[in-house]
């Protein structure tokens, strides 16, 4: 401290000397006196001393600069970020070239960013004048490149963070916020080899072996992020951080097995953590055993009724087990509470999962009774989802004609478009005929009419329709995915292909359009690595999803891997007991396996669905003897 304020001390002495006769410092000399007093004031931790001797020198010099600055700085360190924020802006006003004055007000304005609105551009534009004057400080660079991360204009942090790290070669944290940067922006190649290079330098460093591993998960690189969280030092390995993120990245990778096994020790060790309960309960879902997961669950529900995330699984664990009821009532708890919580729309979408529920279960009278309620809700969109409910709920109890009656008169093009569908289903073709021309008259209705024509099953139709709104609007994902479908299903497969890859290009992570692709191949014995590839990320996704893990199983059927194969189409036939190309795909698979007694029990459950496409397993269970 003596050497830091050796000047001071002179200057004090000087002026000290010049007013030796007087009781007080000289008028002409009064703001410098105590512009250095309050330095050395605040140097002896009198804060309040040196803030009082400050407000003195700002008094007597309202136009010094550096009386401001110093002001500004002795307020920050006092924690009165408002009032240094009004000196460190006088003092720019006065010095907008000063090196010090930009630097003192860039750091509180950073101080301010995440609670006050425009304080982060006030910093960026202090620090890059900065720049301007001193083009090598490093913590105006760090600093820039921070704010410009935290407000997620990652491209804008890139070129500052990566000056400070030639400036400062090595230096771990500069690194890692230049990796994010990166990977934020789409340079995951240069992200990964650096944080690579950072795990290397570093291999005790828990946080760069989590940062990279984060990297690898969100590049869909699971299998890879487990086998460098199962590689962290010893000590580490057993931390509880590191075994949550591994079972989950297994999950996440498909690995079920040992992701459920890391999951359990855990539990084990650590009863209180909800984490790997959670975890289990998605585990078993995604294996289909549904029975051991309400068991994770349940607990969990009772503990958080309103999570969300918690309380759909739940209720999926029950529907899965023949319990609807039961998760009727769950949804029904958590939108109450909701309610009374004043969380309005968590509670609207509890009550929407639960009329889906009774929709699935074909339960009509109690969907009606969701549907009255939604048609006295606020939301326009809540009432046009009670109509369609309504509808649904009359026609599913056979009283088609009062359905229709419920739809009459209304202009909404998806009412209409329920409406035309169901005199279609009931034979009346002028009808219906003319409410779809009338609507394809309206704004987005043609695509309205195209999807009444799919669901149909007549995809011929609606290809012109989508076709004619292609040219118009090119944009639309699930325009593209109903137009991709709809030249599959009419036999155009190099259109639907194409139009799948250029679809998936634009949207990487749209799992529907990945297992139709991947399907669409598998189903033909072409591309299966690429195919294999597709289904394996949609599986990721969505793991619980039965078509999609049927695709994948199928996929390894067809390459080959018998073993993969019977393992997955046993997963999906728990997931969709009852659907006969899964419980077909199995009984090949358990064929080519050498389980025949099997093969013929999974065979006998297929023709038992009664699906007409189930037509050609009872060839294949005649071929092994069991046709009885």
Same mark, same amino acid.
Do not use: C
């Given at each position: 401290?003596?050497?830091?304020?050796?000047?001071?001390?002179?200057?004090?002495?000087?002026?000290?000397?010049?007013?030796?006769?007087?009781?007080?410092?000289?008028?002409?000399?009064?703001?410098?006196?105590?512009?250095?007093?309050?330095?050395?004031?605040?140097?002896?931790?009198?804060?309040?001393?040196?803030?009082?001797?400050?407000?003195?020198?700002?008094?007597?010099?309202?136009?010094?600069?550096?009386?401001?600055?110093?002001?500004?700085?002795?307020?920050?360190?006092?924690?009165?970020?408002?009032?240094?924020?009004?000196?460190?802006?006088?003092?720019?006003?006065?010095?907008?070239?000063?090196?010090?004055?930009?630097?003192?007000?860039?750091?509180?304005?950073?101080?301010?960013?995440?609670?006050?609105?425009?304080?982060?551009?006030?910093?960026?534009?202090?620090?890059?004048?900065?720049?301007?004057?001193?083009?090598?400080?490093?913590?105006?660079?760090?600093?820039?490149?921070?704010?410009?991360?935290?407000?997620?204009?990652?491209?804008?942090?890139?070129?500052?963070?990566?000056?400070?790290?030639?400036?400062?070669?090595?230096?771990?944290?500069?690194?890692?916020?230049?990796?994010?940067?990166?990977?934020?922006?789409?340079?995951?190649?240069?992200?990964?080899?650096?944080?690579?290079?950072?795990?290397?330098?570093?291999?005790?460093?828990?946080?760069?072996?989590?940062?990279?591993?984060?990297?690898?998960?969100?590049?869909?690189?699971?299998?890879?992020?487990?086998?460098?969280?199962?590689?962290?030092?010893?000590?580490?390995?057993?931390?509880?951080?590191?075994?949550?993120?591994?079972?989950?990245?297994?999950?996440?990778?498909?690995?079920?097995?040992?992701?459920?096994?890391?999951?359990?020790?855990?539990?084990?060790?650590?009863?209180?953590?909800?984490?790997?309960?959670?975890?289990?309960?998605?585990?078993?879902?995604?294996?289909?055993?549904?029975?051991?997961?309400?068991?994770?669950?349940?607990?969990?529900?009772?503990?958080?009724?309103?999570?969300?995330?918690?309380?759909?699984?739940? /209720?999926? #664990?029950? &529907?899965?087990? *023949? !319990?609807? +009821? %039961? $998760? =009727?009532?769950?949804?029904?708890? @958590? /939108?109450? #509470?909701? &309610?009374?919580? *004043? !969380?309005? +729309? %968590? $509670? =609207?979408?509890?009550?929407?999962? @639960?009329?889906?529920?009774?929709?699935?279960?074909? !339960?009509?009278? %109690?969907?009606?009774?969701?549907?009255?309620?939604?048609?006295?809700?606020?939301?326009?969109?809540? !009432?046009?989802?009670?109509?369609?409910?309504?509808?649904?709920?009359?026609?599913?109890?056979?009283?088609?004609?009062?359905?229709?009656?419920?739809?009459?008169?209304?202009?909404?093009?998806?009412?209409?478009?329920?409406?035309?569908?169901?005199?279609?289903?009931?034979?009346?073709?002028?009808?219906?005929?003319?409410?779809?021309?009338?609507?394809?008259?309206?704004?987005?209705?043609?695509?309205?009419?195209?999807?009444?024509?799919?669901?149909?099953?007549?995809?011929?139709?609606?290809?012109?329709?989508?076709?004619?709104?292609?040219?118009?609007?090119?944009?639309?994902?699930?325009?593209?995915?109903?137009?991709?479908?709809?030249?599959?299903?009419?036999?155009?497969?190099?259109?639907?292909?194409?139009?799948?890859?250029?679809?998936?290009?634009?949207?990487?992570?749209?799992?529907?359009?990945?297992?139709?692709?991947?399907?669409?191949?598998?189903?033909?014995?072409?591309?299966?690595?690429?195919?294999?590839?597709?289904?394996?990320?949609?599986?990721?996704?969505?793991?619980?999803?039965?078509?999609?893990?049927?695709?994948?199983?199928?996929?390894?059927?067809?390459?080959?891997?018998?073993?993969?194969?019977?393992?997955?189409?046993?997963?999906?036939?728990?997931?969709?007991?009852?659907?006969?190309?899964?419980?077909?795909?199995?009984?090949?698979?358990?064929?080519?396996?050498?389980?025949?007694?099997?093969?013929?029990?999974?065979?006998?459950?297929?023709?038992?669905?009664?699906?007409?496409?189930?037509?050609?397993?009872?060839?294949?269970?005649?071929?092994?003897?069991?046709?009885?």
């Amino acid at each position: 401290m003596r050497q830091r304020w050796q000047a001071p001390l002179l200057v004090l002495a000087v002026l000290l000397g010049s007013g030796a006769a007087a009781e007080e410092p000289p008028g002409g000399v009064s703001g410098a006196y105590d512009f250095v007093l309050a330095e050395l004031l605040a140097a002896e931790g009198e804060v309040d001393a040196a803030l009082e001797a400050f407000q003195r020198a700002r008094a007597a010099a309202p136009d010094d600069p550096f009386i401001r600055v110093g002001f500004a700085e002795l307020l920050f360190r006092a924690g009165r970020l408002e009032s240094a924020a009004e000196e460190a802006a006088a003092a720019h006003r006065l010095a907008p070239r000063e090196a010090h004055v930009l630097r003192v007000q860039a750091r509180i304005e950073m101080t301010r960013a995440d609670r006050v609105a425009g304080a982060a551009e006030v910093a960026v534009d202090a620090f890059e004048r900065l720049l301007e004057l001193e083009p090598g400080d490093v913590e105006a660079l760090v600093s820039v490149g921070q704010i410009h991360l935290a407000a997620g204009r990652s491209a804008r942090a890139v070129g500052p963070l990566g000056e400070a790290a030639r400036l400062r070669p090595g230096q771990p944290m500069i690194e890692t916020l230049l990796a994010r940067a990166l990977a934020a922006t789409g340079r995951n190649a240069d992200a990964e080899k650096l944080q690579r290079e950072l795990v290397a330098a570093q291999p005790e460093n828990l946080g760069r072996r989590l940062e990279l591993a984060d990297l690898l998960a969100e590049l869909g690189r699971h299998a890879e992020a487990a086998a460098l969280l199962a590689a962290a030092p010893q000590h580490q390995a057993g931390s509880l951080e590191v075994r949550r993120r591994l079972a989950h990245t297994l999950y996440l990778a498909g690995d079920l097995d040992a992701a459920r096994r890391i999951a359990e020790a855990t539990t084990a060790e650590h009863r209180d953590f909800g984490g790997a309960r959670l975890l289990l309960g998605l585990i078993e879902l995604a294996a289909g055993n549904f029975e051991p997961a309400r068991g994770w669950l349940e607990p969990l529900a009772r503990q958080a009724p309103l999570n969300e995330q918690i309380g759909d699984l739940y /209720a999926r #664990a029950l &529907e899965r087990l *023949g !319990r609807v +009821d %039961e $998760a =009727a009532e769950v949804l029904l708890r @958590r /939108a109450a #509470a909701l &309610e009374t919580a *004043g !969380r309005a +729309d %968590e $509670a =609207a979408r509890a009550r929407l999962e @639960r009329g889906r529920l009774f929709l699935r279960v074909e !339960r009509f009278e %109690e969907l009606e009774e969701v549907a009255a309620a939604l048609l006295q809700a606020e939301a326009a969109e809540l !009432r046009e989802q009670g109509a369609v409910w309504l509808a649904d709920s009359l026609a599913g109890r056979g009283r088609a004609a009062e359905a229709i009656e419920a739809l009459a008169g209304s202009s909404s093009p998806a009412l209409v478009a329920r409406r035309a569908e169901l005199l279609l289903a009931e034979g009346r073709e002028a009808d219906a005929e003319a409410q779809l021309a009338d609507l394809a008259g309206q704004p987005g209705g043609e695509l309205r009419v195209a999807e009444v024509h799919q669901r149909r099953g007549d995809y011929a139709r609606s290809i012109p329709l989508l076709e004619s709104l292609d040219r118009r609007d090119g944009e639309s994902l699930e325009l593209h995915f109903r137009l991709a479908s709809a030249y599959e299903r009419t036999g155009r497969i190099e259109e639907a292909v194409a139009l799948f890859r250029s679809l998936l290009a634009r949207a990487p992570g749209f799992a529907p359009a990945m297992n139709y692709l991947g399907y669409l191949w598998i189903d033909r014995s072409e591309n299966l690595d690429e195919a294999l590839a597709l289904v394996r990320e949609a599986v990721r996704i969505d793991p619980d999803n039965g078509a999609y893990v049927d695709s994948l199983g199928w996929g390894y059927f067809k390459s080959g891997r018998t073993a993969e194969a019977v393992a997955y189409l046993e997963r999906a036939a728990r997931l969709l007991p009852e659907d006969a190309t899964v419980l077909e795909h199995l009984g090949d698979a358990l064929v080519a396996a050498g389980e025949v007694e099997r093969a013929r029990e999974v065979y006998r459950r297929a023709l038992a669905t009664g699906d007409a496409e189930a037509a050609g397993v009872a060839a294949k269970l005649e071929r092994l003897g069991g046709n009885s």
